[in-house]
């Protein structure tokens, strides 16, 4: 049950700064210095460059906007759920789920990574990455 | 660079319209045959005076203007089909009028006509997915901006709702909307909860319909026996799409700032010009947003002005007098030319119930998925 369910984007193990939080995988262009979420390497939204180089971001960051869902069409995924976007310290914009136990959220609070059981298109169990108020 | 200013004027010369409304059994063909007949008898122009075709949808399968068109008669003009998201109709136009004023063509047509059909969108076959895109529907999307909006303003959620309150006060006196009733703030408030403090009369409907507009030069005019004086002038056109913002998550109005001041600069006219607009306000912290991001209220003060009546039928500038998309209604393809209907009809004179008294420059404005952004500016001499 320690397989994640989308493990292109995402890690258990830290970084160096934030060694207790989940990584995000993104990359950081070596050209311009541009930095992104998630890595790809088609070239640089910024400056159009192929010199992508793979970077890890830390799970920790800052709460930017946040919504509750109350009505959703898609399969797999059951309203209601909570919803934010959060600034990386790092410096990417994420947007992804909040864990269901996180209380009241105020924008600017601190947030963090961390991994919550899901379930895959097969309906196995996997590690998901969520963001929760830092503790 | 060559701007609109530098080549020959084009002006607005006909609209149409088929009301916008909940999917029915109603062919496109015979939505879309509505408006352009529409448009035609407005303009007073026999189909064969039209010399080129710009079809603007997004969820309509390939090449829908050659099998509706034909039964105006099938005089052989060019069809070119756009596709802009719900920029679709708005791009067209764009082209239309550049199109008449470069020469090119004297009398052009523009027909957005949609039906709500499942469509994907391209940028999920770039395999570069995020962490949940599948739980961040647009309606989510933009709730997360009102909550970022309300932190950075201080509006509350039902300052926000203030803008479906207008809007669906306008569309109630515009037979061309898909919602045609006035809503009290508590109806609005308290309808099904959407997401955030979003609920559904504060999000444009799915439905369908179709919009025409007629795009002429003088001449062009002349040659059937008629002059300029319905017709309105097209004083700015831009179109842009989405940069590297800092605060990614609000590229719409960011894009929305850029694309306005191209407009505004090339026609020579600031925001206090502008008597009457209609914006991509498919759901109501956009109306905000993008009123302040094109200068139509200083930074957080959008509410308070919308308080005051300021955006108001018969205020200082009327935004969305159609009812705009959370009244009016979003077929997609339609949308961008419906607003060069409204505005055109606005700056006429004609608009009857919603007329904005004295109205001389009107903008119009979308954006779309993807991100891309147009902005028109219309006068009437």
């Given at each position: 049950?320690?397989?994640?369910?989308?493990?292109?984007?995402?890690?258990?193990?830290?970084?160096?700064a934030?060694?207790?939080?989940?990584?995000?995988?993104?990359?950081?262009?070596g050209?311009?210095?541009?930095?992104?979420?998630?890595?790809?390497?088609?070239?640089?939204?910024?400056?159009?460059?192929?010199?992508?180089?793979?970077?890890?971001?830390?799970?920790?960051?800052?709460?930017?906007?946040?919504?509750?869902?109350?009505?959703?069409?898609?399969?797999?995924?059951?309203?209601?759920?909570?919803?934010?976007?959060?600034?990386?310290?790092?410096?990417?914009?994420?947007?992804?789920?909040?864990?269901?136990?996180a209380?009241?959220?105020?924008?600017?609070?601190r947030?963090?990574?961390?991994?919550?059981?899901?379930?895959?298109?097969?309906?196995?169990?996997?590690?998901?990455?969520?963001?929760?108020?830092?503790? | 660079?060559?701007?609109?200013?530098?080549?020959?004027?084009?002006?607005?010369?006909?609209?149409?319209?088929?009301?916008?409304?909940?999917?029915?059994?109603?062919?496109?063909?015979?939505?879309?045959?509505?408006?352009?007949?529409?448009?035609?008898?407005?303009?007073?122009?026999?189909?064969?005076?039209?010399?080129?075709?710009?079809?603007?949808?997004?969820?309509?399968?390939?090449?829908?203007?050659?099998?509706?068109?034909?039964?105006?008669?099938?005089?052989?003009?060019?069809?070119?089909?756009?596709?802009?998201?719900?920029?679709?109709?708005?791009?067209?136009?764009?082209?239309?009028?550049?199109?008449?004023?470069?020469?090119?063509?004297?009398?052009?047509?523009v027909?957005?006509?949609?039906?709500?059909?499942?469509v994907?969108?391209?940028?999920?076959?770039?395999?570069?997915?995020?962490?949940?895109?599948?739980?961040?529907?647009?309606?989510?999307?933009?709730?997360?901006?009102?909550?970022?909006y309300?932190?950075?303003?201080?509006?509350?959620?039902?300052?926000?709702?203030?803008?479906?309150?207008?809007?669906h006060?306008?569309?109630?006196?515009?037979?061309?909307?898909?919602?045609q009733?006035?809503?009290?703030?508590?109806?609005?408030?308290?309808?099904?909860?959407?997401?955030?403090?979003?609920?559904?009369?504060?999000?444009?409907?799915?439905?369908?319909?179709?919009?025409?507009?007629?795009?002429?030069?003088?001449?062009?005019?002349?040659?059937?026996?008629?002059?300029?004086?319905?017709?309105?002038?097209?004083?700015?056109?831009?179109?842009?799409?989405?940069?590297?913002?800092?605060?990614?998550?609000r590229?719409?109005?960011?894009?929305t700032?850029?694309?306005?001041?191209?407009?505004?600069?090339?026609?020579?006219?600031?925001?206090?010009?502008?008597d009457?607009?209609?914006?991509?306000?498919?759901?109501?912290?956009?109306?905000?947003?993008?009123?302040?991001?094109?200068?139509?209220?200083?930074?957080?003060?959008?509410?308070?002005?919308?308080?005051?009546?300021?955006?108001?039928?018969?205020?200082?500038?009327?935004?969305?007098?159609?009812?705009?998309?959370?009244?009016?209604?979003?077929?997609?393809?339609?949308?961008?030319?419906?607003?060069?209907?409204?505005?055109?009809?606005?700056?006429?004179?004609?608009?009857?119930?919603?007329?904005?008294?004295?109205?001389?420059?009107?903008?119009?404005?979308?954006?779309?998925?993807?991100?891309?952004?147009?902005?028109?500016?219309?006068?009437?001499?």
């Amino acid at each position: 049950m320690d397989e994640l369910l989308k493990p292109a984007l995402y890690r258990a193990e830290g970084t160096t700064a934030v060694p207790q939080r989940p990584a995000l995988l993104g990359g950081e262009c070596g050209a311009c210095g541009y930095v992104f979420f998630p890595l790809q390497r088609y070239g640089c939204e910024k400056c159009g460059s192929l010199d992508l180089k793979p970077r890890d971001l830390s799970g920790a960051g800052s709460l930017l906007a946040s919504a509750r869902v109350h009505l959703h069409a898609g399969k797999g995924r059951v309203a209601p759920f909570t919803v934010g976007a959060i600034r990386l310290d790092d410096g990417p914009i994420v947007r992804t789920l909040i864990v269901e136990e996180a209380g009241p959220l105020a924008v600017g609070q601190r947030m963090a990574t961390t991994l919550e059981t899901a379930t895959d298109a097969e309906g196995a169990p996997r590690l998901d990455l969520r963001f929760a108020p830092e503790a | 660079m060559t701007t609109l200013k530098d080549l020959r004027p084009a002006y607005v010369a006909g609209i149409g319209f088929h009301r916008y409304q909940f999917i029915s059994d109603t062919p496109y063909v015979e939505l879309g045959l509505t408006a352009v007949r529409g448009a035609l008898a407005d303009a007073g122009l026999p189909w064969p005076a039209v010399e080129s075709a710009y079809v603007a949808k997004a969820l309509l399968p390939m090449a829908p203007g050659r099998p509706m068109l034909r039964h105006l008669g099938a005089t052989g003009l060019p069809i070119v089909h756009v596709e802009d998201a719900s920029a679709s109709g708005s791009a067209a136009f764009r082209h239309a009028v550049m199109e008449v004023a470069s020469g090119l063509a004297d009398i052009v047509l523009v027909i957005g006509v949609d039906k709500p059909m499942p469509v994907g969108r391209a940028e999920s076959l770039a395999r570069i997915g995020g962490l949940a895109d599948d739980a961040i529907a647009p309606f989510t999307h933009f709730a997360l901006l009102a909550d970022a909006y309300a932190a950075r303003s201080g509006a509350k959620v039902e300052d926000i709702a203030l803008v479906a309150l207008k809007n669906h006060r306008n569309g109630a006196k515009n037979p061309f909307a898909q919602h045609q009733k006035e809503r009290t703030l508590d109806e609005i408030l308290n309808g099904k909860k959407i997401a955030g403090g979003f609920t559904s009369l504060q999000c444009t409907p799915v439905g369908e319909g179709a919009a025409a507009v007629i795009v002429a030069s003088e001449e062009g005019l002349k040659r059937h026996g008629l002059g300029l004086d319905r017709a309105i002038r097209v004083a700015g056109s831009a179109g842009r799409s989405q940069r590297v913002y800092d605060d990614a998550t609000r590229y719409d109005a960011m894009l929305t700032q850029e694309t306005a001041a191209i407009a505004l600069r090339e026609a020579g006219l600031s925001p206090s010009d502008i008597d009457v607009a209609e914006l991509h306000d498919a759901f109501t912290v956009e109306e905000v947003e993008y009123l302040e991001a094109m200068g139509f209220a200083p930074e957080g003060q959008a509410v308070p002005m919308l308080k005051e009546g300021a955006f108001d039928i018969g205020g200082r500038c009327a935004v969305s007098p159609s009812g705009g998309l959370i009244s009016m209604g979003h077929p997609i393809g339609p949308t961008g030319v419906g607003q060069i209907g409204e505005i055109t009809r606005q700056l006429r004179g004609e608009a009857g119930p919603r007329q904005q008294p004295g109205a001389r420059h009107g903008l119009a404005h979308m954006v779309g998925v993807g991100a891309v952004c147009y902005v028109h500016l219309l006068s009437r001499d």
